[in-house]
């Protein structure tokens, strides 16, 4: 990272990531293809570090709403600080969804879907949001909301992230809330 940070992303080029690690070309190439796996790796080992984190940063005596504006305020706030690498990373993930659709197992989060999961099913308990999708189906569609928010800010110049984020939140909180069950009307005679 320290390469891409000192001379960009486009002008590193594997020998030089090579040379600045200190191993062969070869091994280089034979545990990362290319740049573009490099950074895959090291984004992957830093949403190990920062799920945790963000896991711990969700206050549980917020609702829902609340808690889930935290969460994408902090993501937020990592996605502006790595813009730079995003597409490309996000270009790799796309060219190898094969591998992709596995995504990992619980232990090592490749996205943000695990805690969505987690916040969606702790609101479905506390009856917030409706109960007749499941959490994992919420959390997926979710996904994809937050996801399409992201590649618009980082496609469309002058988006602010936050706002779109706001955006997908009241769109899922609003599509997802639990409905209260009509009340039993009583026939007048």
């Known amino acids: ?58 206050d549980p005596k917020a609702g829902f709403t609340a808690q889930l504006t935290g969460l994408l305020d902090a993501s937020a706030e990592w996605s502006e600080r790595y813009r730079a690498y995003l597409l490309d990373y996000f270009r790799f993930r796309f060219l190898n969804i094969e591998s992709e659709l596995g995504g990992g197992d619980r232990g090592t989060p490749r996205d943000l879907s695990g805690l969505f999961e987690a916040l969606i099913a702790a609101a479905q308990q506390a009856g917030t949001l409706r109960t007749d999708v499941s959490a994992a189906h919420l959390a997926s569609l979710l996904h994809h909301l937050y996801f399409g928010a992201l590649m618009r800010w980082l496609t469309l110049p002058g988006l602010v992230l936050r706002d779109e984020f706001a955006v997908i939140v009241e769109l899922f909180v609003g599509g997802a809330r639990a409905t209260p069950k009509p009340t039993a009307r009583r026939r007048v005679p």
């Not at 594997?14 to 790796?41: C, R, W």
């Open 1 to 58: 990272m320290r390469l891409f940070e000192a001379q960009g992303y486009d002008a590193t080029t594997m020998e030089q990531i090579a040379q600045q690690s200190d191993v062969a070309k070869g091994t280089l190439y034979n545990h990362f293809p290319t740049k573009e796996a490099i950074l895959a790796h090291w984004v992957h080992l830093e949403l190990v570090v920062d799920a945790q984190r963000l896991h711990e940063a969700i």
